[in-house]
């Protein structure tokens, strides 16, 4: 199983990235082949500049660009671990996203959806309750890009794990948050590609579905 994870947070003591050296830890004691992508460390460049829309007529992507497209078709699970600020992704994470998932590696002219049946494990860490994430509207707007991106290039699964209020959870919460996402990411080696939850399955999905039924 190979499996690369995205990740973005620049603060080398969060909790964030707790959760990344748990998760690679746990993938690779599991015998996954991982690959972590600290974007920060990186130096990853997130602004979609003319060179990279050229690239769809030139053929030509940039350096950067190319090497994260073939990590991501070596892939074949993908996990991004970032924290929710302003109701979405940091922008070195939205950015990489612009950049990486191309048109023609995602859907090409010819039809082709060049990551179709991967999957996707986001796992999201929040400042606030779940009460307010939920009553905001910002845990449908989470779902509904995890839908969009994933969705749209055909991947089997497409999970999304939320934890709350992480700033003021106790230590002991906190060790119980990373249980759970052992347990999530097992998930990846334990159910089959098209098993686990699927953007159809999202709330975002599921009230949209309802909403339809009602007209």
Not at 20 to 44: C, M, N, P, W, Y
Request: charged share 25%; net charge negative; glycine share 6%.
């Amino acid at each position: 199983m190979n499996i690369s994870i995205l990740y973005g947070h620049p603060y080398d003591k969060s909790f964030n990235k707790a959760i990344l050296q748990q998760v690679t830890a746990h993938l690779e004691q599991r015998g996954a082949a991982v690959k972590v992508k600290d974007l920060i460390q990186l130096s990853f460049d997130p602004v979609l500049e003319l060179k990279d829309l050229e690239a769809k007529f030139t053929k030509v992507l940039p350096e950067d660009v190319a090497k994260e497209q073939e990590d991501l078709l070596w892939a074949d699970a993908l996990i991004i671990i970032s924290p929710v600020w302003w109701g979405g992704f940091p922008a070195v994470i939205k950015g990489y996203i612009d950049r990486v998932f191309t048109t023609a590696l995602v859907r090409s002219a010819e039809g082709v959806y060049g990551l179709e049946g991967k999957r996707a494990y986001s796992i999201f860490t929040t400042g606030s309750s779940e009460d307010y994430i939920r009553t905001s509207r910002q845990k449908d707007m989470l779902y509904a890009a995890n839908d969009n991106l994933f969705g749209f290039a055909k991947f089997a699964d497409a999970e999304l794990k939320l934890l709350y209020s992480v700033p003021r959870v106790t230590p002991e919460e906190r060790q119980a948050m990373l249980l759970e996402v052992n347990q999530f990411v097992d998930r990846i080696f334990d159910l089959k590609p098209g098993e686990g939850e699927s953007t159809k399955d999202s709330p975002s999905h599921l009230a949209l579905v309802e909403d339809l039924a009602k007209h």
